[in-house]
Nanobody, 116 residues
Framework: QVQLVESGGALVQPGGSLRVSCAAS????????MAWYRQAPGKQREWVAG???????NYADSVNGRFTISRDNVLNMLYLQMNSLKPEDTAVYYC??????????WGQGTQVTVSS
């Protein structure tokens, strides 16, 4: 079972930028499309962005043009660069395989808070 560890969350002001990271425990990462998800207080977890094996990204409408997903298949790392952050981006961010594949065990997530 692959273990996932998210990091990089912080408190940022509206309009600010932040990069969150996800480390996968073994090379099984390389054979899967991956994605970022988030869960805001009182809401269901939602898909934010995905990236295919060849690096092609896709985004939820709410973050398109502001967020950039990337992966490093050598280091088994997944990244999410978040720009022009809004208060509604406040959530715990998680990484996992892309929608359509059985999820791996969820990590602890990383808290992103956008507030002045």
């Amino acid at each position: 079972q692959v273990q996932l560890v998210e990091s990089g969350g912080a408190l940022v002001q509206p309009g600010g930028s932040l990069r969150v990271s996800c480390a996968a425990s073994r090379s099984g990462f390389r054979g899967h499309a991956m994605a970022w998800y988030r869960q805001a207080p009182g809401k269901q977890r939602e898909w934010v962005a995905g990236i295919s094996l060849d690096g092609s990204p896709n985004y939820a409408d709410s973050v398109n043009g502001r967020f950039t997903i990337s992966r490093d298949n050598v280091l088994n790392m997944l990244y999410l660069q978040m720009n022009s952050l809004k208060p509604e981006d406040t959530a715990v961010y998680y990484c996992n395989v892309g929608i359509g594949s059985p999820f791996w065990s969820w990590g602890q997530g990383t808290q992103v808070t956008v507030s002045s």
